[in-house]
T-cell receptor, first 114, second 113 residues
Framework: NAGVTQTPKFQVLKTGQSMTLQCAQDMNHNSMYWYRQDPGMGLRLIYY???????DKGEVPNGYNVSRLNKREFSLRLESAAPSQTSVYFC?????????????FGEGSRLTVL | AQSVTQLGSHVSVSEGALVLLRCNYS??????LFWYVQYPNQGLQLLLK??????LVKGINGFEAEFKKSETSFHLTKPSAHMSDAAEYFCAVREYNNNDMRFGAGTRLTVKP
């Protein structure tokens, strides 16, 4: 009963390094999301994928890229990490992007950029 | 675009007291509204959601919320706080014709013995 699985759970990077956060869901959901959580700011949407083969920008997409690899997997890439990207990143999925479908979240990936 | 404002970043109550966490939303079209809870070092989990079927929504763990269109509010309440309710709570909104869900800044609930 895995739900949404994120890897890695912790990562420390130096400024300018690149990395990819992986996310997979086993609930056959159509829509997937990447959020970042910062103190006092709640969760802010980085990118989302309403369905396989589509991706769209959210509130804070700068410095990130995403790939919807297949229906199960949605990765987030930082090409050149900056200290401002130090955050906790959450992947989420929902049955459908529109309407009443709630989000199911992974446990988060804590990223520190030095 | 839709948005959510949560009044009060920290709320402290005594065990057994009423819990009231405030949420106001902004939306140009009918919204769907959600409350999520986050325990330390975990992801968010759904407490309850408003989907226009009923204005008073009951969720898990004894929480409920009332949708008030005239006040653009969706406040979360629980009659009697329990120590296990200590967590961070997030209100979220999604417009019915939109894909993304927007979250408030969160309210950290502390329960004193």
């Amino acid at each position: 009963n895995a739900g949404v699985t994120q890897t890695p759970k912790f990562q420390v990077l130096k400024t300018g390094q690149s990395m990819t956060l992986q996310c997979a869901q086993d609930m056959n959901h159509n829509s997937m999301y990447w959020y970042r959580q910062d103190p006092g700011m709640g969760l802010r949407l980085i990118y989302y994928s309403a369905s396989e083969g589509t991706t769209d920008k959210g509130e804070v997409p700068n410095g990130y890229n995403v790939s919807r690899l297949n229906k199960r997997e949605f990765s987030l890439r930082l090409e050149s990490a900056a200290p401002s990207q130090t955050s906790v990143y959450f992947c989420a999925s929902s049955v459908r992007g529109r309407g009443t479908g709630e989000l199911f979240f992974g446990e988060g990936s804590r990223l520190t950029v030095l | 675009a839709q948005s959510v404002t949560q009044l009060g970043s920290h709320v402290s109550v005594s065990e057994g007291a009423l819990v009231l966490l405030r949420c106001n939303y902004s939306s140009s079209v009918p919204p769907y509204l959600f409350w999520y809870v986050q325990y330390p070092n975990q992801g968010l989990q759904l407490l309850l959601k408003y989907t226009s079927a009923a204005t008073l929504v009951k969720g898990i763990n004894g929480f409920e919320a009332e949708f008030k269109k005239s006040e653009t509010s969706f406040h979360l309440t629980k009659p009697s706080a329990h120590m296990s309710d200590a967590a961070e709570y997030f209100c979220a909104v999604r417009e019915y014709n939109n894909n993304d869900m927007r979250f408030g800044a969160g309210t950290r609930l502390t329960v004193k013995p």
